[in-house]
């Protein structure tokens, strides 16, 4: 079975400084894909980045980045530079059982202090 | 934890049939229901918010003719995708959340709809 743990239910940050939303897996399958979503308040969920179960390398999208630890199934999101717009609600995905499959966390509120 | 599931997880279709899908909340009350369709790209675009016994609120782009949101009961949301179209072929995932807007939000498995 597919499963995705999110252990922080609240997390927050000064502004500029870095943070890091835990993220880890569990599946089966060997190929698979996570990715990290953010949802503002008003519900939409704004795809943030994306790793390929075989990608030699981390994802990097501007200012988001995910250490994917393949061996530990963790697939961290971290963000750089928090600004006052990063606060909300991220999600942690898998994409697995041959893309048919999608199994999300239950999230992490991020807030960001001025 | 909470589980919401959805059904079919997988539908063909030819095109100009409508193809209904289900997401039920297993083990709390959704008074909440919110449909997404996953793009290629990975984007998760936000269709509808439900409440219980009221009309879908629709983001705007989205049809609410074609794309019929039913919110029955506390536990059972449809989405009806009408006179499907080939360009209606995605991945339709559906999330659940109680009275507040505070409370978990569980996502369905998602189904994949393939229109012909």
């Known amino acids: 079975a597919q499963k995705i743990t999110q252990t922080q239910p609240g997390m927050f940050v000064q502004e500029k400084e870095a943070v890091t939303l835990d993220c880890t897996y569990d599946?089966?399958?060997?190929?698979?894909?996570l990715f990290w979503y953010k949802q503002p308040s008003s519900g939409e969920m704004i795809f943030l980045i994306y790793q390929g179960s075989y990608d030699q390398q981390n994802a990097t999208e501007g200012r988001y980045s995910l250490n994917f630890q393949k061996a530990r199934k963790s697939a961290n999101l971290v963000i750089s530079a928090s600004q006052l717009g990063d606060s909300a609600m991220y999600f942690c995905a898998m994409n697995s059982g041959g893309y048919q499959k999608v199994t999300f966390g239950i999230g992490t509120k991020l807030q960001v202090i001025p | 934890g909470a589980v919401v599931s959805q059904h079919p997880s997988r539908v063909i279709c030819k095109s100009g049939t409508s193809v209904k899908i289900e997401c039920r909340s297993l083990?709390?009350?959704?008074?909440?229901m919110f449909w997404y369709r996953q793009f290629p790209k990975k984007s998760l675009m936000l269709m509808a918010t439900s409440n219980e016994g009221s009309k879908a609120t629709y983001e705007q782009g989205v049809e609410k003719d074609k794309f019929l949101i039913n919110h029955a009961s506390l536990t059972l949301s449809t989405l009806t995708v009408t006179s499907a179209h080939p360009e209606d072929s995605s991945f339709y995932i559906c999330?659940?959340?109680?009275?507040?807007?505070?409370?978990?939000?569980?996502f369905g498995p998602g189904t994949r709809l393939t229109v012909l």
């Open positions: 083990d709390f009350q959704a008074t909440t």
């Open positions: 999330s659940a959340r109680g009275t507040y807007s505070t409370d978990t939000q569980y």
């Open positions: 599946t089966s399958d060997p190929s698979y894909g």
